[in-house]
């Protein structure tokens, strides 16, 4: 089967001079559509119609065919009809003719396949590059404005509204003459919205240029009750930075899906990381995102072998296997042991919430505390603190208490809201606001810390393991109280009753010191170092 293709690109562009040999994502223009004709599977010959010096040299440099386009054939008013007929008129044998314009540089060779394979297979005369683009439109009757519609509907119960692309135009060569490409069965193949850029205007190129340069990100996350679950809320809100929708791995040995809450993010649970690495290879991601604590050299290697293009970025890693990434953050950790390795405070990702909150304010006394271990909570200082707050000696303040998600007694913990001074949550929506009624805090060593320190909350802390022993942020000389691993009740209640006694005075010292922090810019300094490597 013969099956041509031709593409049209005369030189006299009024809109974008020099339109077909712009710049566009490293290459010419029309570098875009003879590069897909070239490595289409069904498309035999191609065939350049110009009238463009430097159209021909590039034309001329791919090795396809250069049809010198008359003079007569290439004014404004010529329709695209006359040139493809001119440009074929001479080949008896063809079985197929494709128009592709060099305006569409984002279309993908897989889609124009796609389309052939499609037009062949349903015997259609003529197949027609389209994007499904369903609006409440409007028309004009007897010199008044009239919608073009009966019944006013939300976007996505309006019926298709097909719109032209211009990629391609498949026709059976038959009907392919000076005043037509369209045959009696004509159909539409739609493209997905990002191959679906036609360049007419200069917003054009810019919005194809950010396509052809557009990241594919995935990330790998994997929280627990032993691990902890603040990785999960890191990666949701990295994932939220990009101007892509990443592929979230899990795997479904270590992660309950439940954690990661109610998101629209696409999540992907893999059965172990060989499954992972498939993944990896198939969708060759320019980034790839590890948020699963320390990896080894061999898991970092085998990721470089099946993406050996992408840039690596690891979160909270602190194994061997930063030798391997391209950049590594750790917040809380306040050494860097390699040059790729950005510690310290400055690198805290701040939830979107947080931002949009100021610091309370000190009162005279402490009447409302928060209380809350992260996610997990694996020491179970939230049942020790609800047995101790519990106590008729406490009555008198009230006690915020918020279970994360990967909690594992939280129906057992959900029964001290019978204590009318005692409010228990479970996986809040609204953090900040329930942190900001709080006179003082109680957590554990990680994200929590943080975000007690964003708005100024006098804190007594204490770490969940070993790990987080190495934490640094969280410290007496930041303006909290730790209190180390593991801590006796006794020692716990004792700085409870001890916060609950501060002057306003103390407590203000405290913020004083939470608040010299600059904690609001991480996420802008951690794209910003992505977007530079």
Request: charged share 25%; glycine share 6%; proline share 4%.
């Amino acid at each position: 089967m013969k099956i041509v293709a031709v593409i049209p690109a005369r030189a006299g562009s009024k809109g974008i001079p020099n339109k077909n040999i712009r710049i566009i994502g490293e290459h010419p223009l029309i570098y875009y559509a003879i590069n897909n004709a070239k490595n289409s599977e069904y498309i035999t010959d191609i065939i350049v119609s110009t009238d463009s010096p430097e159209v021909e040299l590039v034309a001329r440099q791919m090795g396809v065919e250069i049809r010198q386009r008359d003079k007569a054939l290439c004014g404004d008013s010529i329709t695209l009809d006359s040139v493809i007929y001119d440009a074929v008129k001479d080949i008896k044998d063809a079985d197929y003719i494709i128009t592709m314009q060099p305006t569409s540089p984002t279309l993908k060779v897989k889609t124009l396949d796609g389309a052939i394979r499609y037009a062949l297979e349903k015997d259609i005369d003529t197949l027609i590059s389209a994007i499904n683009a369903p609006h409440l439109t409007w028309g004009e009757k007897d010199g008044k404005k009239v919608p073009n519609y009966t019944k006013r509907l939300n976007r996505q119960y309006l019926p298709p509204c097909y719109v032209e692309t211009g990629a391609f135009v498949i026709s059976k060569a038959g009907i392919v003459t000076e005043t037509t490409r369209i045959g009696q069965k004509v159909d539409v193949y739609e493209l997905a919205p990002e191959e679906a850029q036609d360049i007419d205007t200069f917003e054009d190129m810019r919005n194809a240029e950010m396509a052809l340069k557009r990241q594919r990100v995935g990330m790998y996350v994997n929280g627990n009750n032993k691990r902890g679950t603040g990785h999960i809320y890191r990666a949701l809100e990295v994932a939220d930075e990009f101007y892509v929708k990443p592929d979230i791995y899990y795997d479904i040995n270590q992660t309950d899906p439940k954690v990661f809450g109610n998101t629209m993010h696409r999540l992907i649970p893999v059965d172990g990381i060989a499954q992972m690495f498939e993944k990896c290879r198939e969708n060759d991601y320019t980034i790839f995102v590890n948020d699963i604590l320390d990896t080894s050299i061999d898991y970092m290697i085998g990721l470089r072998s099946v993406l050996p293009n992408a840039k690596i970025v690891n979160f909270e890693d602190d194994g061997e296997g930063i030798l391997k990434a391209d950049l590594v953050f750790n917040a809380l950790y306040s050494k860097s042991p390699a040059t790729n390795v950005y510690s310290g405070e400055k690198y805290y990702i701040a939830g979107k919430t947080f931002l949009f909150f100021e610091p309370i304010e000190i009162r005279g006394k402490v009447k409302r505390v928060f209380i809350s271990f992260g996610g997990a909570d694996p020491k179970n200082y939230t049942d020790r603190l609800l047995r101790m707050i519990s106590k008729p000696e406490y009555a008198e303040y009230e006690f915020e208490v918020v279970l994360g998600r990967a909690k594992e007694n939280v129906d057992e913990l959900l029964k001290y809201n019978d204590y009318s001074n005692i409010n228990v949550y479970h996986d809040v929506k609204n953090m900040p606001e329930i942190m900001s009624a709080c006179d003082m805090g109680i957590t554990s060593r990680g994200r929590t810390g943080y975000e007690l320190a964003i708005l100024g909350i006098p804190t007594i802390a204490m770490a969940q393991n070993e790990r987080e022993e190495k934490h640094s942020f969280v410290c007496n000389e930041n303006g909290f109280s730790y209190l180390g691993l593991g801590p006796s009740d006794e020692i716990i209640e004792s700085n409870l009753k001890m916060y609950l006694s501060l002057s306003r005075e103390s407590r203000q010292a405290f913020q004083d010191k939470l608040l010299s922090h600059e904690l609001k810019g991480g996420r802008r300094r951690i794209m910003g170092l992505i977007n530079s490597i």
